[in-house]
């Protein structure tokens, strides 16, 4: 089984400012990653597959990058409804696919 | 619009069961994958369970093997989840999730609470 690692734990960025989250796989992956957002009291929302392919629906603010084993989620200028907890996702080994344990993105 | 909406959650004794289902629309739902996925309040997001479109081939996490039986509908455009020898760590919210590697669309979730 894949371990996926997230950092940092929370993030605290504020309102226009570029949020940068990482994710890490335990063996390469290719570009077999999916980002998610998970707004307080929601269900998960895909928001990158393929590593940087935006989701239907996505606002462009939000871009991903990487291959093999390290991952970047950005977000380019931080609005107040970004805040919320990212997961990243591998779906290059499977099953399971595995997720990783989230990063909290806190507005300042 | 895709809608995916579960049932079925509710309070059950250890080593009881529960049925889940869930209720698809807005979409071919004989041509996707589908899957449970679950969450522990306050915790991350694991994998559960999937089926392939036709309901031939289906895969669990090892944590619920021989326990959980997954299954759809393709007429009546729903997914199941029986979960039989409930244990307390399978208290958590249960989605129901679209996708064939990824997740792409996902309903509200049903809770599901093992206690004694």
């Known amino acids: 089984e894949i371990v996926m690692t997230q950092s940092p734990a929370t993030l605290s960025v504020s309102p226009g400012e570029r949020a940068t989250l990482s994710c890490g796989a335990s063996?390469?992956?290719?570009?077999?990653l999916a980002w998610y957002q998970q707004i307080p009291g929601q269900a998960p929302r895909l928001l990158i597959y393929?590593?940087?392919t935006r989701a239907s629906g996505i606002p462009a603010r939000f871009s991903g990058s990487g291959s093999g084993a390290e991952f970047t989620l950005t977000i380019s200028s931080l609005q107040p409804e970004d805040s919320a907890v990212y997961y990243c996702?591998?779906?290059?080994?499977?099953?399971?696919?595995?997720f990783g344990q989230g990063t909290k993105v806190e507005i300042k | 619009e895709v809608q995916l909406e579960e049932s079925g959650g509710g309070l059950v004794q250890p080593g009881g069961s529960l049925r889940l289902s869930c209720a698809a629309s807005?979409?071919?739902?004989?041509?996707?994958?589908m899957h449970w996925v679950r969450q522990i309040p306050g915790e991350g997001l694991v994998w559960v369970s999937r089926?392939?479109?036709?309901?031939?081939?289906?895969a669990y996490a090892d944590s619920v093997k021989g326990r959980f039986t997954i299954s759809r509908d393709n007429v009546k455009n729903t997914l199941d989840l029986q979960m039989n020898s409930l244990r307390v760590e399978d208290t958590a919210v249960y989605y129901c999730?679209?996708?064939?590697?990824?997740?792409?669309?996902w309903g509200q979730g049903t809770v599901v609470t093992v206690s004694a």
């Open positions: 089926i392939t479109s036709d309901g031939s081939r289906t």
């Open positions: 996702q591998q779906y290059n080994s499977w099953p399971p696919q595995t």
């Open positions: 063996q390469s992956i290719a570009d077999n």
């Open positions: 999730v679209k996708g064939a590697l990824y997740f792409e669309s």
């Open positions: 393929g590593a940087s």
């Open positions: 807005g979409f071919t739902f004989s041509g996707f994958w």
